[in-house]
Antibody
Framework: EVQVVQSGVEVKKPGESLKISCTAS????????IAWVRQKPGEGLEWMGN????????RYSPSFQGQVTISADKSITTAYLQWSSLKASDSAIYFC???????????????WGQGTLVTVSS | ETVMAQSPSTLSVSPGERAALSCRAS??????LAWYQQKPGQAPRLLIY???TRATGIPARFSGSGSGTEFTLTITSLQSEDFAVYYC?????????FGQGTNVEIK
């Protein structure tokens, strides 16, 4: 059974750094892209970027390029999303999800984590 | 960026009735279109991919149609568990983009 489990709630101050995690199991971790999706309170979904754990190939949506870093450690089947300096506007729920595709393609999201709530407030 | 526009923003439907949700792309995405359902406090769930293929375990009352720039998600005979927000997402171009969502509420 495919499972995707994310780290817990985070409360941070502006300017602090943060790294949240996404641990997958039940399939070959290196064979599927993992994506990160942001959902601000009361708003829709935004695809931030994705990583292929097999070779760490990473793609960022233009809106998020330079704002976050996506990484993965295939030895522990875990992907990460990190910030070096948080802003209040980063407050949101962050979902990770396994991406369905073929070969190097990454298409839609089939197995989702439960979400990580990040609150940034002074 | 391919902009996805969903309509209506809110759809009020009585249980047992049919709902038709629209998704329009700013440029052709072929059939590279997925639909998701999200309930409050939960992660989204994949319903449809390839514009019309139901994901594993999705009931037959959910169907998708369309190609190019115009797509429809139809839910026949709405059940209580179907009241939720529905999102479309294109995967033809980068970046991948979602519509703003349609909230299907009880009438």
């Amino acid at each position: 059974e495919v499972q995707v489990v994310q780290s817990g709630v985070e409360v941070k101050k502006p300017g602090e750094s943060l790294k949240i995690s996404c641990t997958a199991s039940g399939y070959s971790f290196t064979d599927h892209w993992i994506a990160w999706v942001r959902q601000k309170p009361g708003e829709g979904l935004e695809w931030m970027g994705n990583i292929y754990p097999g070779d760490s190939d990473t793609r960022y949506s233009p809106s998020f390029q330079g704002q976050v870093t996506i990484s993965a450690d295939k030895s522990i089947t875990t992907a990460y999303l990190q910030w070096s300096s948080l802003k209040a506007s980063d407050s949101a729920i962050y979902f990770c999800a396994r991406v369905e595709g073929n070969g190097s393609g990454f298409y839609y999201l089939n197995y989702w984590g439960q979400g990580t709530l990040v609150t940034v407030s002074s | 960026e391919t902009v996805m526009a969903q309509s209506p923003s809110t759809l009020s439907v009585s249980p047992g009735e049919r709902a038709a949700l629209s998704c329009r792309a700013s440029r052709s995405v072929g059939i590279y279109l997925a639909w998701y359902q999200q309930k409050p406090g939960q992660a989204p769930r994949l319903l449809i991919y390839g514009a019309s293929t139901r994901a594993t375990g999705i009931p037959a009352r959910f169907s998708g149609s369309g190609s190019g720039t115009e797509f429809t998600l139809t839910i026949t005979s709405l059940q209580s568990e179907d009241f939720a927000v529905y999102y479309c997402q294109q995967y033809d171009t980068w970046p991948r983009t979602f519509g703003q969502g349609t909230n299907v509420e009880i009438k």
